[in-house]
């Protein structure tokens, strides 16, 4: 049995790892490996990709990064949480404010001091996506609209550091990249459907709060189908290997999605939609294991 100590220790971790998304960071660490084998990186032997000292240290400054920058969105977002998330915000008030802050100012140090391991540029990198982060939680959050594009951009920027350091510029990382843009906007989106109750008492001015349900739906449907516009681009002018059966059962999930939004009305409606376009996203990360399912194998040596 454990102690009363042990227990509330087990309980802080567990705190500190709901405040950092800790399960969405694993993923992105893991799409940024799987990205650089299989897209970024193809023409490297396997072990030169997973090995490679400078790619573990921009993952892992990257994986801090996005650690405190969930970190310092809950700070801000503390009150607002409480009204839609009631029973998260509960298992996150267990660590303290001045411990999260401590916790978001270490980790950003690390991610530098890590980043200068690769190169002053990374340093450079690092630095800006940690004001930036900073400055989206603080200010841009409340802009309608724009505060969902920054919020998306940052989500993908990770992927730009590894794209930077494998100097791979080929036009089918472009087209992939704006798939995953556009389905991270519409996630967006949808969230400030489901969150609506929270930002009204909060005054944050988000596109429902402002112009209502129906424009935000408006939106959310012409992102999906530009986003149709990637995936048929993907199946039809690029070779993805055996991850076109992904990207044709996107198109049919974001038909029966743009569906369902239109026959959504409750907060559990919304939650649903998010859960979708969620599991499109990470079903995404290991279907790039589709683009050739002997590639590992044959790149071992």
């Given at each position: ?7 509330l220790f087990l309980l802080k971790g567990l705190s500190l790892f709901s405040i950092i998304r ?156 704006t798939f995953l843009f556009l389905l991270i906007l519409a996630r967006e989106m949808i969230k ?61 999930f974001l038909i029966v999605f743009l569906f369902l939004l239109w026959r959504s009305r409750t ?35």
């Open positions: 049995m454990l102690s009363r100590k042990n227990k800790g399960y969405n960071v694993l993923m992105i660490t893991l799409a940024q490996y799987l990205a650089s084998i299989y897209i970024l990186a193809p023409n490297m032997r396997l072990r030169e990709v997973v090995f490679d000292p400078n790619l573990f240290v921009l993952v892992l400054a990257s994986a801090l990064v996005i650690s405190a920058g969930y970190i310092i969105n809950s700070f801000y977002d503390s009150e607002k949480d409480l009204i839609n998330r009631p029973q998260k915000s509960m298992l996150d008030r267990l660590v303290n404010q001045r411990t999260k802050l401590s916790a978001y100012f270490v980790f950003n140090f690390l991610a530098v001091l890590f980043a200068s391991y690769v190169s002053f540029r990374a340093v450079l990198f690092f630095s800006a996506y940690v004001f930036g982060i900073w400055f989206y939680s603080h200010r841009l959050k409340k802009i309608p609209f724009l505060g969902n594009i920054i919020s998306a951009t940052l989500i993908v920027t990770p992927f730009f550091a590894i794209l930077v350091y494998y100097r791979n510029f080929e036009t089918v990382i472009f087209v992939h990249a400030d459907l489901e969150n609506i109750t929270g930002d009204l008492a909060q005054n944050y001015k988000t596109i429902p709060v402002l112009y209502g349900s129906f424009y935000s739906k408006l939106i959310i449907t012409l992102l999906i189908l530009l986003t149709l516009i990637p995936a048929s681009l993907l199946i039809r002018k690029f070779d993805v290997g055996y991850m076109y059966i992904y990207f044709v059962a996107c198109i049919l907060k559990i409606d919304y939650i649903w939609l998010h859960n979708i376009l969620k599991f499109i996203i990470v079903s995404g990360v290991f279907s790039i294991l589709l683009i050739d399912v002997d590639l590992v194998l044959n790149r071992i040596f």
